[in-house]
């Protein structure tokens, strides 16, 4: 992650046994915004759809609809939806989605935890 005010780049990384690469990416949606100093003001860019539609699309719906999807089934991974929506409302976020691409900077560097992570866990 970068932060633009001070100019400090932030860098984390994990794993979780027996997971999901969508239930990763919204792991890393929560560090986003819990892991700057500030998280007041956060402008979140990701290549994951599911992270940027869900926190800018969906997740209103799901609320009203008792964490159904318009399909009548349960949310997926309901309970990282949940902290999300607790710390979108903490301060304001920003969710934008951004092609990856591993030619940049960020997503190099992305590649290379994720991968780091990966071979940690195995």
């Known amino acids: 992650m970068w932060d633009h005010l001070n100019g400090t780049a932030y860098e984390y ?3 979780e046994l027996n997971t999901t690469s969508q239930r990763m990416e919204l ?3 929560i560090m986003a915004v819990t892991n700057l100093p500030d998280h007041s003001h956060i402008n979140v860019t990701s290549n994951s759809q599911y992270l940027v539609d869900g926190m800018n699309l969906y997740l209103t719906n799901w ?4 964490w159904q999807t318009a399909g009548k ?3 997926a991974n309901k309970d990282l939806w949940e902290k999300l929506d ?5 301060g304001f ?3 934008n989605w951004g092609k990856g691409n591993t030619k940049s900077f960020g997503a190099k560097t992305a590649y ?3 991968r780091g992570a990966m071979r940690k866990a195995a």
């Open 63 to 66: 609320k009203k609809n008792e």
């Open 86 to 90: 607790a710390l979108n409302q903490e």
């Open 13 to 15: 990384s994990g794993d």
């Open 112 to 114: 290379a935890l994720a």
């Open 93 to 95: 976020v920003s969710w």
């Open 73 to 75: 089934k349960p949310v």
């Open 27 to 29: 792991v890393a949606g």
